[in-house]
């Protein structure tokens, strides 16, 4: 599935469900797929993220941290209700699994305003070191 550029990313990006929640487990898991430059709006996760990198430059930031730059096989946890953004890097695409735990209401994130083209570029990217 294609999501809407507008709605809560900027660039294209395309996700298939992996898993979705249901009455055994409220994991939930997506394979996503962002274009050269694509990225997320700001947003919040109520249980946090888990972030594993399949292929492709990724870039995260969490609100107020540097931003990081993670290659395949990296990983990321974002902790409960923390602002970040991510995507891929000027480069390229990049492919990342996404995974988080839905709350009771069955709500797995929160959207904010869209990252600006000028943080985006401006923002000079820290060199993971594998999972962080």
Not at 54 to 66: D, F, K, M, N
Not at 106 to 123: I, M
Request: proline fraction near 8%; aromatic fraction near 6%.
């Amino acid at each position: 599935m294609t999501l809407p550029e507008h709605a809560t990313f900027t660039g294209r990006v395309s996700a298939k469900a992996l898993r979705v929640a249901d009455d055994d487990s409220r994991l939930v898991a997506y394979e996503v797929t962002f274009a050269a430059q694509a990225r997320t709006h700001w947003h919040t996760h109520p249980h946090g993220q888990l972030l594993l990198v399949t292929s492709g430059t990724a870039r995260v930031q969490l609100e107020g941290a540097p931003v990081v730059e993670l290659g395949p096989g990296d990983s990321r946890w974002v902790p409960p209700d923390t602002r970040h953004w991510h995507g891929a890097a000027p480069a390229g695409p990049m492919t990342h699994i996404a995974v988080q735990e839905a709350a009771a209401d069955g709500s797995t994130v929160t959207w904010g305003e869209p990252l600006s083209d000028t943080t985006y570029h401006d923002e000079r990217p820290m060199p993971s070191k594998g999972t962080l």
